[in-house]
């Protein structure tokens, strides 16, 4: 199955061309984690992750058809 990805920030330069968009090749069953680890993204610190526009944890399972969006840990106050 096909993922598209999108990359926040400094997760952009993941991205192939730098551009943060890109499109993964996953095996039915992955998870958001495994979608990380084949991008070269460690969980640690934790990062703000989406799945189709709705929040996503490390287990959660990828669906054929769904986009990811990661954001680097948020800072600010």
Known sequence: MRLPVRLFLDLKSRSPDGSGTMVLDLEEGETVASALRRLGIAPD???????????????????DGQELAVFPPLDGG
Do not use: E, F, W, Y
């Open 45 to 63: 610190p934790p990062k703000v992750m989406l799945l189709d526009g709705r929040q996503a944890r490390l287990d959660t399972p990828i669906s």
